[in-house]
């Protein structure tokens, strides 16, 4: 099997305000991590860490895109 091309980070949809990135998305991703008994996710400081961990990895910074 050979090597496949890295899928992310993607560019958003919409310029940068992509309607995909939601808090239901967000939520999904809190419940998921929790789901696999990681510490419940409750402070508000946490869940923007979170936030901003998941955006990072969907739409990467300058230079991961500036390396697609």
Known sequence: MGP???AYPVTPEGGDD???F???LLHDVRMAIQSHDYPEISN???????QMAL?????????RRAGE
Not at 55 to 63: A, K, M, V
Request: hydrophobic share 30%; glycine share 16%.
């Open 55 to 63: 955006f990072g990895f969907l739409y990467g910074t300058n230079e």
């Open 44 to 50: 508000g400081l946490d869940l923007v860490d979170l």
């Open 18 to 20: 992509d309607p995909r």
């Open 4 to 6: 496949t091309s890295k």
């Open 22 to 24: 939601t808090f239901g």
